[in-house]
């Protein structure tokens, strides 16, 4: 599994009202009905309105590579320019082992 967590950063609001346009044109729900893709949600750091966090997971690279192709892109990218948003990427690789039982006595569920 890779976890992409992108940082959109913008002044007035504008991170937030992108993630918006992008659940309320649809965008976002075809991303999440892509092949491979396990996770597409934004979050909105509580210490910095003027960013949204978007959790973007994907089953491996080929599906990553699939929808960094797809015209889905030039969608994106042109509401990032609408909404003149800045971004910081950070990018992760699943451990196949999942959480451990020594990890699991932290976490209540």
């Not at 999440?32 to 210490?47: D, H, I, Q, S």
């Not at 971004?87 to 932290?106: A, H, L, P, Q, W």
Request: net charge negative; proline share 3%; aromatic share 10%.
């Amino acid at each position: 599994m890779i976890t992409v967590n992108i940082y959109y950063t913008g002044k007035n609001g504008s991170a937030q009202d992108f993630a918006r346009e992008m659940e309320k044109t649809g965008t976002a729900d075809q991303i999440r009905a892509a092949k491979g893709n396990l996770r597409y949600e934004y979050f909105v750091p509580m210490n910095d309105p003027e960013t949204v966090l978007l959790i973007d997971c994907w089953e491996d690279q080929a599906s990553l590579d699939r929808h960094h192709a797809s015209p889905m892109m030039k969608t994106i990218a042109a509401l990032r320019e609408k909404y003149d948003l800045h971004m910081r990427v950070e990018r992760f690789i699943g451990d196949e082992n999942g959480i451990t039982d020594r990890d699991k006595r932290y976490i209540k569920e």
